[in-house]
């Protein structure tokens, strides 16, 4: 079982991708990946290049490079991390994947839908069997984000709020485009609420 995590910067996906992990890992072979990168030494390797790419080159690449090397990014993921995992019946919990790109080089950057399932066709025969969209205003998600990282810089995180409320836009489309995969949750509300609504979602998948 393939479960993902998404949201725009800030919204808290990363913390409850954590939480659901340590919440099901006494009573089920379980793993805990991340695009881009993984959590495997090459992979985590292979993001710091990334990385440094998108950073070095920020506002000269070019859309379709960055979506490139994402979708570069995910094949190395599914081919080290997911796929084995998959071929032992383990359960992955993904803090972001193939939505990401849609969300943010689909349709953020304008690139479509149909380039980025072009680039990721290997990915498209995975698709997560439960995703978690964590929905929060964007102009909250980065102040969440600037109060925690401090002087850590993201490469997103040189965007302008237009960029972030595109992204937010996009992930609403797929929302309303895959509404029964996609659970969307309201990542304004108190942490202990969100956690309420992952189990109860979760717990018809895990029986």
Same mark, same amino acid.
């Given at each position: 079982?393939?479960?993902?995590?998404?949201?725009?910067?800030?919204?808290?996906?990363?913390?409850?991708?954590?939480?659901?992990?340590?919440? %099901?890992?006494?009573?089920?072979?379980?793993?805990?990946?991340?695009?881009?990168?993984?959590?495997?030494?090459?992979?985590?390797?292979?993001?710091?290049?990334?990385? @440094?790419?998108?950073? @070095?080159?920020? =506002?000269? %690449?070019?859309? @379709?490079?960055?979506?490139?090397?994402?979708? +570069? &990014?995910?094949?190395?993921?599914? /081919?080290?991390?997911?796929?084995?995992?998959? $071929?032992?019946? /383990?359960?992955?919990?993904?803090?972001?994947?193939? &939505?990401?790109?849609? +969300?943010?080089?689909?349709?953020?950057?304008?690139?479509?839908?149909?380039?980025? $399932?072009?680039?990721?066709?290997?990915?498209?025969? *995975?698709?997560?069997?439960?995703?978690? *969209?964590?929905?929060?205003?964007?102009?909250?998600?980065?102040?969440?984000? /600037?109060?925690?990282? /401090?002087? $850590?810089?993201?490469?997103?995180?040189?965007?302008?709020? *237009?960029?972030?409320?595109?992204?937010?836009?996009?992930?609403?489309?797929?929302?309303?485009? *895959?509404?029964?995969?996609?659970? %969307? %949750?309201? +990542?304004?509300?108190?942490?202990?609420?969100?956690?309420? =609504?992952?189990?109860?979602?979760?717990? $018809?998948?895990?029986?």
């Amino acid at each position: 079982m393939l479960i993902s995590f998404e949201g725009c910067e800030g919204s808290g996906k990363t913390t409850l991708a954590n939480y659901l992990f340590n919440k %099901i890992l006494s009573k089920y072979s379980v793993i805990l990946t991340k695009e881009p990168g993984g959590n495997e030494k090459e992979l985590k390797d292979f993001n710091v290049l990334l990385k @440094q790419i998108l950073l @070095q080159f920020n =506002n000269h %690449i070019e859309y @379709q490079t960055e979506a490139l090397l994402y979708a +570069a &990014d995910r094949i190395e993921h599914l /081919k080290k991390v997911i796929i084995p995992a998959l $071929k032992e019946k /383990k359960i992955i919990i993904c803090d972001r994947y193939i &939505d990401s790109s849609f +969300a943010y080089q689909g349709y953020a950057r304008g690139l479509g839908e149909t380039f980025i $399932k072009e680039i990721n066709k290997f990915a498209l025969s *995975y698709y997560p069997d439960i995703t978690f *969209y964590l929905d929060l205003d964007p102009e909250i998600g980065l102040k969440r984000l /600037k109060d925690k990282r /401090k002087e $850590k810089i993201e490469y997103f995180d040189l965007h302008n709020i *237009y960029f972030h409320q595109k992204v937010r836009e996009g992930y609403l489309k797929i929302c309303q485009n *895959y509404p029964e995969r996609i659970c %969307i %949750i309201n +990542a304004n509300q108190p942490l202990n609420i969100i956690k309420k =609504n992952i189990d109860s979602k979760i717990r $018809k998948f895990l029986k």
